[in-house]
Structures are given as C-alpha cells and as structure tokens.
C-alpha cells in the first residue's frame, strides 16, 4: 500500500507538472497571438516596405512576390489593394510579363471594386490588351467598360475605343466612335485631331469628296493646330485624287515654309507638277 501511495504521488507530481507546462505554453502562445493581432498592421506596414525596398533595388521578381503574399495573406490590410496592383505594375512596365499582369490587374478590378484604384487598374488592362497584346476586341471591350463607369476623362477613352477600330482598319466603325466623341465632348481639346481622324477615314475608304469636306473643316475651325497643317495636306492629297491638280498645287505651294516635313512637300509638289505636264501633253 506504501507503494502504491508513493506511486500515485509521483504521477499525481507529474501530472501536474504537465498541466503547468500546458497552460505556460497556451499562455505564450495566447500572448504571442495577441502582441501578433495587435502589432498585425506594424508588420504588415513593414513588409510593404520591404517589397518597395526590392522594387528600388530592381530586385523585380522578388518585389512581385513580396506585394503578392501581402495581398493573397491578408487581402484586408489596408495597402493589399496598392500592394496587387503594385505587383502589376511591375509585370507590366519592367518585367513586360502582360498576361501576369493583367491578372494582377483583374484582382484589384475584383476584390476593390468602385475604388480609383480599380479604375486605374482597368485603364492598365485596356492598354495593355491594345498596346502590347493587339488583343484590340478585348481591348474594346474594357474601354467601353471604363467608359460606361462613368470615369474622369472620357473623352480619351473614347479616343481609344475610336483607334483601336482604326488599328483593325475598320474604318466606317472608327469614325462612328470619332463622331460620337465630337457629339459627347464637345469642349475636349482633342477636337481638332479627332476631326481630322475622320478625314482620313474617308479617305482611307476612298471618299475623297467627304475627306475634302473634312479636311477643309479642321484647317478653318482650328487654323492655329498643328492638324490645320496635316489637314491642308490631306486635302491636297484628296484633290489630286481627283485629278483637281491645280488647285491641290495651290494648297501645297501654300504650305512651303510650315509644313514641317519639308521634304514630303517638295517631294509630293513635284509629282503634282509632273502630273500636271503629263496631262497637258496628253491633251
């Protein structure tokens, strides 16, 4: 009985040892857990500059994937929106990673809707779509998204929208888009070129009257532009085509000394003249 005393008192001895041990570590980690939630936003705050650090060392790659775990980690910290769209930004302008990027993009189009970030980020998306990817249907496609939220600046985006059908040279759809930037802007400095944009459209298509028409527009309404100068070229241009080459030598003569292509002036007042020799030798 002594024994089985003396053996129930040294387990009893051990066992409360483990139950102290158990409740220290619980108290530490219970400790530790709250010193982490309370100091949470300090760390986060850390590692944010820490991925800034590696993007000003160019260490890019690894400044992605620091920005990335502060957004995949803890997608409600403050600067986890700047963060994803930060790593974006670094696939997009130095790692020229597009297709990442766009990810990166779509994430702060996603998680943070209704934010000037987001806007930025769409805008980033349709840029790269047309600019480096030629994808120029999605590229339309987020423009028009841009354009439908309502966002700042819209006269530029619609200018997008008009150019990227002019780079797939569908140029009855392009002027649609040019046309409806004149009727919804009305006071945006893009006016001159978008008109003259219109121009080449028709001419483009053939339409060398309604380009005259055009062109004779833009150089009246906006005679200090540097478009009044492209203009008064197309026309010249519009009025050889149809074999009024005396009037597009008058226009050209009148552009010596202010078109800046110098060359191209001589060069195509030249050919007006040799066509003009041509054709009265003909007669």
Do not use: C
Not at 164 to 175: G, H, K
């Amino acid at each position: 009985m002594r024994e089985e005393l003396k053996r129930r008192r040294k387990n009893s001895k051990k066992q409360r040892l483990l139950v102290r041990g158990a409740l220290l570590v619980l108290i530490l980690l219970f400790g530790g857990l709250i010193y982490y939630m309370t100091h949470l936003g300090e760390l986060l705050t850390d590692d944010y500059s820490q991925a800034e650090a590696l993007l000003e060392e160019q260490r890019y790659e690894e400044a992605v994937e620091a920005f990335r775990r502060i957004y995949e980690h803890h997608p409600s910290f403050s600067q986890a929106p700047q963060a994803i769209f930060q790593a974006g930004e670094i696939l997009n302008l130095y790692l020229q990673s597009y297709h990442e990027a766009v990810l990166a993009y779509l994430l702060v189009e996603k998680d943070y809707p209704n934010t000037e970030l987001s806007r930025r980020a769409q805008r980033q998306v349709a840029d790269i779509y047309k600019n480096r990817l030629r994808d120029y249907p999605r590229a339309i496609v987020a423009y028009q998204k841009l354009i439908d939220s309502g966002v700042e600046g819209g006269d530029r985006i619609q200018y997008e929208v008009a150019d990227t059908y002019f780079r797939q040279e569908n140029f009855e759809q392009a002027r649609i888009e040019f046309e409806s930037l004149l009727k919804n802007y009305p006071g945006s400095t893009l006016l001159p070129e978008v008109e003259y944009r219109i121009a080449v459209t028709w001419s483009l298509e053939g339409h060398t009257k309604e380009a005259e028409t055009v062109f004779r527009q833009v150089s009246e309404r906006w005679p200090e532009s540097t478009y009044a100068l492209e203009a008064r070229y197309g026309l010249a241009t519009s009025l050889e085509e149809r074999e009024e080459l005396r009037e597009a030598l008058v226009v050209l003569e009148s552009l010596k000394g202010s078109y800046p292509n110098t060359e191209a002036v001589a060069k195509k007042i030249e050919q007006v003249r040799e066509r003009m020799r041509k054709k009265k030798k003909a007669i």
